[in-house]
């Protein structure tokens, strides 16, 4: 059965993310903009927050428990998320030597090209830093998967939430409890809870909800995630604008405002957005996504340099709505047009 919850969930994060970055850069601009345009930006930006950690909570949805040989997963999985990516890095790197700022500009000389893919942000592809987490948790998923069906075949019913369920408390507990402890007060706990760490806690987070079969109302899920947007944004707003410069503390994508409004938009998405909704154009974004998210910011990228359309273009709602648009239309004529190149486009855009 198909589930078109998952097909709506990540067509909607894949274009917010372009959205984001069409943005975001203006909420940087703390005190050297309007605070009228400032506030355009920023709010744009804190609901961005969700889309990234929803597709990692969709990758666990979708392989945990799932993965069967490793060979096969890294055929099918690892391979195409890897060799995408590495063209890519090439072309932002060869593209940024052209066309590029000086910081972003790479020497010609192939240990400097493999140093930069290794180091990341090649030639200004900041936004791929999640390849290179999406990545590791796949490197990591095969471990994941067996223990989930190991849980699965316990004669105890009870055993694999419970487990589950430990592990997403310490993953808590190691990113945000002790995280907050220190950043209030001063206290560093030296109890080890690396291996709980990091976006591994979201890839679980979406197999355990993914798979719940609780049901909240559609105006709870609603409303809760409309006063969490707005109750970090004034938070975001009021300590950026005391320090005088952008504070990430609450924008973070491990703090517990993103947390929150991931979980809402996942649970709103799977338990009342079932639906099919325009499937034509709905299957054709999310075939193209993955390619669409490499090839976005570059767009973005000589929208904004070369023709001048960001957020300072005429009005910053204007300048978001056009440069969004544009940005969207371009990637995913970039990708279709690539797919179609025989063999060779899968290995491009994946």
Excluded at 3 to 18: E, F, G, S
Excluded at 279 to 288: P, Q, R, Y
């Amino acid at each position: 059965m198909k589930k078109y919850w998952v097909t709506n969930l990540r067509v909607l994060a894949t274009l917010t993310v372009i959205l984001l970055h069409a943005a975001g850069y203006g909420s940087l601009h703390v005190k050297k903009i309007p605070l009228s345009d400032w506030w355009i930006c920023h709010i744009i930006n804190v609901f961005g927050r969700f889309a990234v950690p929803v597709f990692v909570m969709l990758s666990g949805y979708l392989l945990i428990g799932k993965y069967e040989e490793l060979s096969s997963f890294i055929k099918k999985r690892f391979s195409r998320i890897f060799v995408p990516f590495l063209i890519w890095s090439l072309i932002y790197m060869i593209w940024s030597n052209f066309k590029g700022v000086q910081s972003e500009r790479t020497p010609w000389a192939l240990g400097d090209f493999i140093s930069k893919i290794l180091v990341g942000n090649g030639g200004g592809s900041g936004h791929l830093w999640f390849v290179y987490m999406l990545l590791g948790i796949y490197a990591i998923t095969p471990v994941i998967s067996r223990w989930i069906k190991g849980t699965e075949t316990s004669a105890n019913p009870l055993t694999k939430r419970t487990e589950i369920l430990y592990f997403l408390v310490l993953w808590f507990t190691g990113n945000v409890v002790y995280t907050l402890l220190n950043k209030w007060f001063g206290i560093e706990i030296k109890f080890e809870l690396r291996y709980f760490s990091g976006f591994i806690g979201y890839f679980v987070l979406g197999y355990w909800l993914g798979n719940s079969g609780t049901i909240l109302p559609k105006s709870l899920l609603i409303l809760s995630f409309l006063a969490s947007w707005a109750l970090t944004a004034y938070i975001c707003y009021d300590v950026s604008w005391q320090a005088g410069k952008y504070i990430y503390d609450y924008t973070d994508y491990l703090s517990v405002p993103v947390m929150l409004m991931s979980v809402l938009m996942f649970l709103l998405f799977k338990q009342h957005y079932d639906k099919p909704f325009a499937t034509g154009v709905m299957a054709e974004l999310d075939m193209s996504s993955y390619g669409m998210y490499l090839v976005h910011a570059l767009i973005l990228r000589i929208l904004s340099r070369q023709f001048h359309i960001n957020f300072t273009w005429i009005h910053p709602l204007l300048g978001i709505a056009v440069h969004f648009l544009l940005g969207v239309v371009f990637s995913y004529l970039i990708v279709k047009i690539i797919s179609k190149i025989p063999k060779a486009g899968s290995w491009i855009v994946g």
